[in-house]
T-cell receptor, first 114, second 113 residues
Framework: AQSVTQLDSQVPVFEEAPVELRCNYS??????LFWYVQYPNQGLQLLLKYLSGSTLVESINGFEAEFNKSQTSFHLRKPSVHISDTAEYFC????????????FGIGTKLQVIP | DAGITQSPRYKITETGRQVTLMCHQT?????MFWYRQDLGHGLRLIYY???????DKGEVPDGYVVSRSKTENFPLTLESATRSQTSVYFC????????????FGEGSWLTVV
């Protein structure tokens, strides 16, 4: 069975400061990893994903995440946050073979303070 | 527009009533899912479908029924609504050609009184 742990339920950060949202996973097989973002009263949107290759993946709005196999982590980072980044962020893991069941973390609320 | 549409977006119903949440996708993705989102639990899978006429239970299927007669539609029915089913429900589909990225609908807010 696979699982995802998001270590922080809420992260307050001042505008233009850096942020890291932590995600650890467990799985007995190779995985795909995802970060989704959810703005208020909306569905989840894919932010970035790791499938294979370079362990550092980036999104179009300045977020990046690094797959660390030895630490089974996929932390999300941004060097300088904006008010518009205020949202809930979900880490997800999927087996890379078979049914490829996707498991979501419980989410981290990022609150950017002006 | 292409994507996943859910209806109704907001619904209030009474305990014991049957409620159906509709989901329609325009991509022809084989896999479709229903999740519920609750504070402190994140997203939990209710049911999923691998193709038309193929459905299976997820983590929390009790009290729900699904069907999939056509690839593009995946309705979720609460046969006899209970207060514990008050939640936000998300329909999703998976693009198996793109690393199994899951795409979500906008959600259906259901309140059972």
């Amino acid at each position: 069975a696979q699982s995802v742990t998001q270590l922080d339920s809420q992260v307050p950060v001042f505008e233009e400061a850096p942020v890291e949202l932590r995600c650890n996973y467990s799985s007995s097989v190779s995985v795909y990893l995802f970060w989704y973002v959810q703005y208020p009263n909306q569905g989840l949107q894919l932010l970035l994903k790791y499938l294979s290759g370079s362990t550092l993946v980036e999104s179009i709005n300045g977020f990046e995440a690094e797959f660390n196999k030895s630490q089974t982590s996929f932390h999300l980072r941004k060097p300088s946050v904006h008010i518009s980044d205020t949202a809930e962020y979900f880490c997800a893991v999927a087996d890379s073979g078979g049914y490829q069941k996707v498991t979501f973390g419980i989410g981290t609320k990022l609150q950017v303070i002006p | 527009d292409a994507g996943i549409t859910q209806s109704p977006r907001y619904k209030i119903t009474e305990t014991g009533r049957q409620v159906t949440l509709m989901c329609h996708q325009t991509w022809s993705h084989s896999y479709m899912f229903w999740y519920r989102q609750d504070l402190g639990h994140g997203l939990r899978l209710i049911y999923y479908s691998a193709a038309a006429d193929i459905t299976d239970k997820g983590e929390v299927p009790d009290g729900y029924v699904v069907s999939r007669s056509k690839t593009e539609n995946f309705p979720l029915t609460l046969e006899s609504a209970t207060r514990s089913q008050t939640s936000v429900y998300f329909c999703a589909s998976r693009d198996t050609s793109s690393g199994n990225t899951i795409y979500f609908g906008e959600g259906s807010w259901l309140t059972v009184v």
